[in-house]
């Protein structure tokens, strides 16, 4: 599998295969975040693997990932959901289309990416891949803000920085 790399401003300049591209000076690159949500109204968070390259065991929004070369990003978000967490969605929609970060974890490793953030609705059952999400959770989102805006250090910092702009949180203002 092969992530996108991305100029400066957001141009595709080639690829790089997956298991290279995380190090300490990571490249810029594509990828997207997705928050699910239930018929109740609440928000999947997800406990990410301890066999995770990045943030292992920390607590994030239902997933993420790359689109492959080639792939939409609603095809690349429905691959993931069908992937790690064995389930379908629908109901996909941009929320952040421009959303960009660049983070360092405990072990130096670099997250540089552009990634749009789209919220979707769970369309099946949920069969988390134990590779992926070690724990989930269906959350009530004002609650998941204010745990967030409490303890950012439990969660990862692509939630945490997402959160603040999509209304879904209560986090504006």
Sequence with gaps: MDVILLSETGEPIGTCPKEL?????????????????????????TRRSLDKKTWPGVWTNSFCGHPQPGESFEDAISRHAQRELGMKISGLSVVLPDYRYRAV???????NEICPVFTAVIDSELA???????????????QLGRAMTATPWAFSPWLVTQAPDMDLYGLRG
């Design 21 to 45: 591209v995380h190090t300490t000076d990571t490249a810029l690159h594509q990828a997207f975040s997705c928050h699910v949500l239930n018929t109740e109204g609440q928000v999947l968070v």
């Design 128 to 142: 988390p891949a134990p590779d992926e999400v070690m724990d989930y959770h269906w959350v009530d989102p004002l």
């Design 105 to 111: 974890d405990a072990s130096g490793i670099v997250e």
